[in-house]
């Protein structure tokens, strides 16, 4: 009886070890079924999103390139982990040359679970990304910063008195195409509003755009634009920095003149009031201060004066965020308004070492900002919206610096990225930073480098170097990664 049940157990699993390798195979011929309509699927979506694929084979292994779009007369740059390609400037008179269509790869990022930005406290870092009326370009614009700089946040400013210049009517159109386009990206969305309509402005302001623009007589009129904008846009907007600069007439123009927190805060009230009524996971940021070390009535006032004042008069109520700026200038981030070595070669900018003051200083302007948050007994971070280091090494024959900006000169590329990642060490070391915006991606390119024009005075710090090639902090910002970075509610 063992030898038959032996026999039949051996033939039993013949049976089911036959059974198991037909399995296995109608299993793989099934799966390499799917794997093909797959992949075919997915050549489908790309060959449709892009119109075309183009022949010329990748250049190295690891890049990731970006096609010009069509028609558009403007370039747009190779962005990739290894050495640019250069492109020789074209002899007088001579058209620029484009760089080939590249082939676009297409990588799958992995799935993270959504931290809702009003409950992630932990530092984060964006960038300052210039429009294009060419929806097409800002879209590479936006997706530079999402896939090869690898960051979350886009900052991008909304200049009210150009979307409203007559009460009640406002041209959504550019926000229409913006709001939706950086929505589909899925990166954050830090709008800095700012610039009362002229309709808005205090009787007999004096009003000239750009160089005296001002708040709303009536705040009111505000608050009915954010209610507005919010309800068209739920959910494409993350933080709203309310204003920008307040503490100098250039942005803060009123009838009678006058630089005055209290007034701010009477509009950040407002503003504070209705963005929660209609959307409370959006962080309010308080506008960042210009760092200027000068007080003149009517036209500019010290930032660590008009701090006190804004809390003061109540301003921590009525934010999430403290906004805060510092553009760098010549001097590392990592020293004292009171301690600064001189540079080598000596700088020729003289400023932070003739007239001492911590508005030069990236690290004293923060820490004195974050004193007097502690001091009125709030745990309040900051929100840096605007910080960076310029440079011109590479922006000779391209314009004249505008008096003032010397600094740019002292400044190499070098020091630019170097200057730029010990700003960013600090601010997640010191643990009081929430979210910094660096300043900026593109404002030179879309000026030709031309450092002398109408946005002249941001093109050293673009982080796009002429002919499109990056400056070295670029590898620095792609190396941290911080899209790959888990996020934690708090």
Same mark, same amino acid.
């Not at 962080?283 to 660590?304: E, K, Q, R, W, Y």
């Not at 004193?371 to 605007?386: F, N, P, Q, W």
């Not at 170097?418 to 060490?425: K, P, S």
């Not at 590898?475 to 708090?490: E, L, N, Y």
């Given at each position: 009886?063992?030898?038959?049940?032996?026999?039949?157990?051996?033939?039993?699993?013949?049976?089911?070890?036959?059974?198991?390798?037909?399995?296995?195979?109608?299993?793989?011929?099934?799966?390499?079924?799917?794997?093909?309509?797959?992949?075919?699927?997915?050549?489908?979506?790309?060959?449709?999103?892009?119109?075309?694929?183009?022949?010329?084979?990748?250049?190295?292994?690891?890049?990731?390139?970006?096609?010009?779009?069509?028609?558009?007369?403007?370039?747009?740059?190779?962005?990739?982990?290894?050495?640019?390609?250069?492109?020789?400037?074209?002899?007088?008179?001579?058209?620029?040359?484009?760089?080939?269509?590249?082939?676009?790869?297409?990588?799958?990022?992995?799935?993270?679970?959504?931290?809702?930005?009003?409950?992630?406290?932990?530092?984060?870092?964006?960038?300052?990304?210039?429009?294009?009326?060419?929806?097409?370009?800002?879209?590479?614009?936006?997706?530079?910063?999402?896939?090869?700089?690898?960051?979350?946040?886009?900052?991008?400013?909304?200049?009210?008195?150009?979307?409203?210049?007559?009460?009640?009517?406002?041209?959504?159109?550019?926000?229409?195409?913006?709001?939706?386009?950086?929505?589909?990206?899925?990166?954050?969305?830090?709008?800095?509003?700012?610039?009362?309509?002229?309709?808005?402005?205090?009787? /007999? !302001?004096? #009003?000239?755009?750009? =160089?005296? +623009?001002?708040?709303?007589?009536?705040? *009111?009129?505000? %608050?009915?634009?954010?209610?507005?904008?919010?309800?068209?846009?739920?959910?494409?907007?993350?933080?709203?920095?309310?204003?920008?600069?307040?503490?100098?007439?250039?942005?803060?123009?009123?009838?009678?003149?006058?630089?005055?927190?209290?007034?701010?805060?009477?509009?950040?009230?407002?503003?504070?009031?209705?963005?929660?009524?209609?959307?409370?996971?959006?962080?309010?940021?308080?506008?960042?201060?210009?760092?200027? /070390? !000068?007080? #003149?009535?009517?036209? =500019?006032? +010290?930032?660590?004066?008009?701090?006190? *004042?804004?809390? %003061?008069?109540?301003?921590?109520?009525?934010?999430?965020?403290?906004?805060?700026?510092?553009?760098?200038?010549?001097?590392?981030?990592?020293?004292?308004?009171?301690?600064?070595?001189?540079?080598?070669?000596?700088?020729?900018?003289?400023?932070?070492?003739?007239?001492?003051?911590?508005?030069?200083?990236?690290?004293?302007?923060?820490?004195?900002?974050?004193?007097?948050?502690?001091?009125?007994?709030?745990?309040?971070?900051?929100?840096?919206?605007?910080?960076?280091?310029?440079?011109?090494?590479?922006?000779?024959?391209?314009?004249?610096?505008?008096?003032?900006?010397?600094?740019?000169?002292?400044?190499?590329?070098?020091?630019?990225?170097?200057?730029?990642?010990?700003?960013?060490?600090?601010?997640?070391?010191?643990?009081?930073?929430?979210?910094?915006?660096?300043?900026?991606?593109?404002?030179?390119?879309?000026?030709?480098?031309?450092?002398?024009?109408?946005?002249?005075?941001?093109?050293?710090?673009?982080?796009?170097?002429?002919?499109?090639?990056?400056?070295?902090?670029?590898?620095?910002?792609?190396?941290?990664?911080?899209?790959?970075?888990?996020?934690?509610?708090?």
């Amino acid at each position: 009886m063992s030898d038959i049940r032996e026999t039949i157990s051996i033939s039993a699993l013949r049976q089911r070890q036959q059974i198991h390798r037909r399995q296995v195979r109608y299993f793989a011929i099934a799966w390499t079924g799917i794997t093909l309509l797959l992949g075919a699927a997915t050549f489908v979506a790309v060959y449709t999103a892009t119109g075309a694929l183009a022949s010329e084979p990748l250049a190295s292994s690891g890049s990731f390139l970006l096609p010009p779009p069509a028609e558009s007369g403007v370039l747009v740059a190779q962005i990739t982990a290894t050495p640019f390609p250069t492109f020789p400037p074209p002899e007088q008179g001579q058209p620029i040359q484009e760089p080939p269509t590249p082939v676009i790869v297409v990588a799958t990022p992995a799935v993270q679970p959504t931290v809702p930005p009003i409950r992630d406290l932990d530092f984060d870092l964006g960038i300052a990304v210039q429009k294009n009326p060419d929806p097409n370009v800002y879209k590479l614009w936006v997706e530079m910063a999402r896939d090869q700089l690898r960051l979350n946040w886009v900052k991008s400013q909304l200049v009210w008195r150009d979307t409203e210049r007559v009460k009640g009517q406002i041209d959504w159109s550019e926000l229409d195409a913006s709001l939706t386009l950086l929505s589909e990206a899925g990166v954050k969305v830090l709008l800095s509003i700012t610039k009362a309509p002229d309709w808005a402005r205090d009787p /007999g !302001a004096r #009003i000239v755009a750009d =160089v005296h +623009d001002g708040p709303p007589a009536n705040p *009111q009129d505000f %608050a009915d634009f954010l209610s507005a904008l919010l309800r068209r846009y739920p959910g494409k907007i993350h933080a709203i920095e309310v204003w920008n600069e307040v503490n100098i007439d250039r942005e803060w123009t009123t009838n009678p003149p006058a630089i005055d927190a209290r007034r701010y805060v009477q509009l950040l009230q407002v503003a504070y009031n209705t963005i929660k009524s209609i959307d409370p996971n959006i962080i309010v940021i308080s506008a960042g201060l210009a760092p200027t /070390g !000068a007080n #003149i009535p009517g036209a =500019v006032m +010290d930032d660590f004066i008009y701090m006190d *004042q804004m809390i %003061a008069a109540g301003m921590l109520n009525f934010v999430d965020c403290v906004g805060a700026h510092h553009n760098g200038l010549n001097v590392p981030p990592n020293y004292d308004w009171n301690n600064l070595p001189e540079r080598n070669p000596p700088a020729r900018f003289r400023g932070p070492w003739e007239n001492p003051h911590h508005s030069w200083s990236f690290k004293s302007t923060l820490e004195g900002y974050i004193k007097r948050i502690r001091a009125a007994g709030s745990d309040k971070k900051l929100c840096v919206t605007e910080f960076g280091w310029p440079s011109v090494e590479d922006l000779q024959g391209r314009g004249q610096l505008r008096e003032g900006f010397g600094f740019a000169a002292d400044n190499t590329l070098q020091d630019q990225a170097e200057f730029t990642v010990q700003a960013i060490e600090l601010m997640q070391q010191w643990g009081f930073v929430r979210l910094a915006m660096l300043w900026n991606l593109n404002y030179g390119a879309q000026a030709g480098w031309d450092i002398s024009g109408p946005v002249g005075d941001n093109v050293p710090w673009s982080i796009l170097g002429p002919n499109f090639q990056p400056r070295p902090v670029w590898q620095r910002i792609v190396d941290m990664d911080f899209r790959s970075r888990p996020r934690r509610a708090q």
